[in-house]
Structures are given as C-alpha cells and as structure tokens.
C-alpha cells in the first residue's frame, strides 16, 4: 500500500488524466521532511505521441477560435486559479519546500496574472497585424499566426508560474501545448490542467506528460512539435536548442544566471542589505536572477558586513506552514548536496572568508530533521576567479566582493558567460542609468530586485536563454508572421513584356 498523500498523478491529455503505459513511476518528496506525496506516472513513447497527435487534432480548431473567444476562457481560468490560491499554494509548498508565506502571495497570484494579461492582450486586438501603404495602389498587410503544437519544459523552482508563464502566451496567440514539469514538482501540472477544463478549454489544447530529461529530450526532438519553450540549467538548455534545431523548431531558453548586484557608495545602507538578502535568500536562493555577486565599494564593506549580520537573524527556517518562517528547505536531496559542495569548495579551496553560516543544517524541529535543508550562508573577501563567484549556485550562497571605481565594477560585472540579470543601488539615478546601459544583462533593475510582473518582458543575454517571457513581446515568441504585399494597379511590372 502506497503510503504517498496525494492519489497517484496519471498523465492528462485530451481533456483529462489517461494512465501512462510504461508501467514506471517516481515518487514527488515532500523538501522539509523528506517524506513521499504522491507516486507520479512516466509517460512512454507512445503515450508521448498519442498527446502529441490530441494536440495536432486540438490545433486545428483552437487557432481558428477568434482571440476574444479564446480569452474569455483562459480569463476563466486565471479566476479560478485565483479563487483556489491557498489550496494551489500548499501544494506548491509541499511539492517545492517554499515556505507557505511565499507560494501564497507569489507563486500562484503571478501565474494568473500573467494568464489575465496575454487574454487581455489577444482579446484587445494584440494579435492584429500591420497594414502599410507602399504606394498608391500598393499595400503590405501582415498577420501572426500561431506555430503549432509546442512543448514546455519547466525547472523545478517556480513549478505552477513557469507552467503558466509558458502557457499563457502559448494558448493565447492559438496553439495548443505538451507540458513536461520538473520531475522533482509535478504535483501543480495536473491541477492546471483541470482547471483549463473547467474553464471551457476544448480536449486536447493543453496536455500534461511526466518523466525526466529522457521523456524532455523525446519531446524535443518530435517532428510534430513547432516550438520548445525551456526553462532550466545552461548545460541542459544546449542540448534542448541543438535537439530543437533538427527541424528547426522555434525555441524560447530561459537559462541560469550569477548576476551581479552593485552596491554604490551612496546608497541607502538599509536598502542595499535589503535588496541583497532578497537577491540571495528569496526561496531560499532558489531564484534564476538571484543577484549572487554582491559588489560592494571597498569604503563600505565593514558597515555592509554589519548591518547584513544583524539582518541575516531575520531569516526564519522552520515549518512551511507557520506564518513567521521565511526560508525552506533546498528542493531535493540531489540539490541540497550540490549546494553543499559548493560551500565546501568556497571554504576549503576558494578560501574565501566565511561570514555567516556554512555546512551542516539551521535549526529546525525535530520532525524536519530529515528535510534537505542549508543554512543561508555569505562569504566574503571574495575574488572574481573563486568557482563559487563564477558558477551558478541555486542557493542560498550570497559571495560579497569589493571594489574601487565605476568603471573597474562595471567590466568585473560583465566578465562572465551569464547574462541573466543585473542591478545597482544607487541616489543617483543619471549614473544608475549610465551603469545599467552598459550591464551586458537582459533583465535589470535599479534600487529593487526580483519583482518581475506580467508585463515585463523578462531573458536572459548571453548563455542565459534566447528570446523574452511576458510583456508585449512575449507573445511574439508564440507566432510565425506572414507579409502580404497586394498590388491593385491591373498590370504587373514585367520585364518580358516584349521582344
Ligand atoms: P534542469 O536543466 O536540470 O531541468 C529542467 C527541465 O529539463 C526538467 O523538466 C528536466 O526534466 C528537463 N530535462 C533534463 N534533460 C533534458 C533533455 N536532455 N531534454 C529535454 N529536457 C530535459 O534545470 P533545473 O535544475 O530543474 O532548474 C534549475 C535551473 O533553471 C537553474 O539553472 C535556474 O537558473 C534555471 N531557471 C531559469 C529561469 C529563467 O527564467 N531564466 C527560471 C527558473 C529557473
């Protein structure tokens, strides 16, 4: 007898679950104790094709449904997913190890906005294209038109928002989708799912398979699927686009990141310890634009340093449900040693300076002993060449590294392979503007950090992705356009009239 939560997860195409025909399951773990939620279902080849063959039928009819039609269902949805937050959210929060005080007010509120948003955008007329005169009896017309069948693969960090960031736009603008989550959070997938059902979706328009990377990498390579939409690790995001090229499919790559966040000698003390713990200890530094190279003036460090140590009391392991805690568990065993050895490795081979945390676990009670928990760690006295200042970390691992001039920090910042995201602290905005010009990053901020609502476009630069999720031009990631010039005149300009 299975001793899991939650009912075992089937697939979910064509309008509801079917079970998978491998005969093969993995288990989704509960973060904070360790302990199995549900038994989830892999999805075989021909489990894979037969979705993928409902999302071909599906197309046909959901890309002729006019814009507004469309919209009034996924307006639906977006209300529904609203109306069931707190039954979303701790879900989420078991299935993840996000603290409750987060997934509530975060996780499911920025997926639906995102929803309301792209059904706003078609319903109003967003998906209209261009007319231009060219001469008196000439014009050129354009139109978007959805690809096709398209695939989204999700990273475990934001499973219900990356679900929905990619599904929003995707079945707004006409197409249908084949969603894989991370294996380590699939319990939101089939709740989505049902709740485009109820909204009125037709069968077949957004399906759910589960699986790991070989069940990604299947879906990739399909000959029927037009586009990827892929979240995860640069490694993983190169062999999704060079599977994807094989018949030049479209693809959207929202990668990693070591971002540097720049502090400036006259910024308030307050807001840049703030904005720092945000951009490193935020779901427990489980955030892709974590903002994990803090460059502070050489003349600040010591009351950087000190006002950071007093706030890093601030941070609250302990039961995800309980209203005072603010910082879970890593979100699996495998992540939790990977942070781990990086820890390790800033301490004995970077040497860098440890200032706060380290190895081992923060107190928690005894029921979560077992979780897959890391103590928020800062080091200091870090250089440029530290492994732990150069690779992506994905957790609660800030590293603080000083600075002279202007100039010195801003090329410091931009030496690296990444280009996820960027920021600066600052009362000066002229030079806050001067700095962010020159940040080679696609997503920057200036005197925040993190906050990315429905209508910012949001990608990486660099190795960090190819191509923007949310905003205007998000939703031109999800069609193909087509120019029209017609001519009215009666007789075509020929060059072979005569002899
Ligand atoms: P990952 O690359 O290990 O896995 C991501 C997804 O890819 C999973 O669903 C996995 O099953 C699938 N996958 C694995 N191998 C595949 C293959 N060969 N073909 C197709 N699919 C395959 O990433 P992760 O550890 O789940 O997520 C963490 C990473 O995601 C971090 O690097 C983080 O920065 C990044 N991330 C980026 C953004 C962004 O918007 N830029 C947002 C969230 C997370």
Redesign the pocket.
């Known amino acids: 007898m299975s001793t899991s939560q939650f009912p075992t997860r089937q697939l979910y195409y064509d309008g509801r679950a079917q079970p998978a025909s491998s005969g093969k399951t993995f288990k989704s773990i509960n973060p904070s104790n360790a302990t199995p939620l549900a038994e989830i279902q892999v999805a075989a080849h021909t489990d894979i094709d037969t979705a993928i063959a409902a999302a071909d039928r599906a197309f046909h009819s959901w890309s002729q449904t006019p814009p507004i039609a469309r919209a009034r269902i996924l307006q639906k949805a977006a209300a529904l997913l609203r109306e069931r937050n707190d039954e979303i959210a701790r879900v989420e929060t078991l299935d993840s190890g996000k603290a409750y005080t987060e997934t509530s007010t975060v996780d499911v509120v920025t997926g639906a906005d995102t929803l309301e948003y792209y059904a706003n955008l078609v319903g109003g007329g967003g998906l209209n294209g261009e007319t231009t005169q060219l001469r008196e009896d000439a014009w050129v017309y354009t139109k978007k038109a959805p690809l096709g069948v398209c695939v989204g ?6 499973p219900i928002q ?1 679900a929905l960031w990619k599904s929003a736009p995707c079945l707004a603008a006409g197409n249908t989708m084949i969603y ?5 959070t699939p319990l939101h997938a089939q709740t989505l799912a049902e709740i485009y059902t109820e909204a009125g979706l037709p069968a077949g328009v957004f399906n759910v398979v589960y699986g ?2 070989d069940v ?2 299947y879906l ?1 390579a399909h000959p029927t699927i037009a586009k990827v939409s ?5 490694t ?1 995001g190169m ?2 686009a060079g ?1 994807a090229a094989g018949n030049m499919k479209y693809v959207t790559m ?4 070591k971002s540097p966040l720049i502090i400036l000698p006259d910024a308030e003390l307050d807001s840049a310890v703030d904005g720092a713990m945000m951009a490193n200890f935020y779901s427990t530094g489980q955030v ?1 634009t974590n903002g994990t190279r803090v460059f502070v003036p050489a003349s600040m460090k010591t009351a950087f340093e000190k006002r950071l140590l007093e706030k890093m009391e601030y941070i609250r392991p302990g039961p995800l449900f309980d209203d005072t805690t603010n910082f879970g568990p890593l979100s699996s065993a495998v992540h939790a040693e990977k942070v781990a050895y990086y820890i390790r490795h800033g301490i004995e081979t970077d040497k860098a300076t440890l200032l706060y945390g380290g190895l081992g676990k923060p107190q928690v009670p005894k029921e979560l002993q077992d979780g897959f928990w890391i103590r928020p760690t800062v080091f200091t006295n870090c250089t440029d060449d530290m492994k732990i200042v150069k690779e ?1 970390i ?1 957790g609660p691992v800030m590293s603080i590294l000083t600075y002279e001039t202007v100039d010195e920090v801003v090329k410091r910042a931009n030496t690296t392979e990444l280009g ?1 995201a960027a920021g600066v602290f600052t009362n000066n905005l002229n030079l806050a503007h001067r700095i962010i010009d020159q940040l080679q990053a696609g997503i920057t901020w200036i005197n925040t950090w993190g906050e990315s609502p429905a209508e910012m476009a ?1 990608g ?1 630069w660099k190795n ?2 190819v191509g923007v999720e949310n905003g205007r031009r998000g939703i031109e990631a999800w069609v193909k356009n087509k120019s029209t010039l017609v001519d009215t005149n009666g007789a075509v300009a020929t060059v072979f009239a005569k002899l």
């Open positions: 693969i999700g990273a475990w960090n934001y990356i894989k989550p991370s294996e380590f790991a990377g990604g990498a990739t892929f979240t995860g690790q640069v993983t062999k999704v599977s929202e990668l990693g990141g892709c992506e994905f996820l949001v990486g960090s992705g």
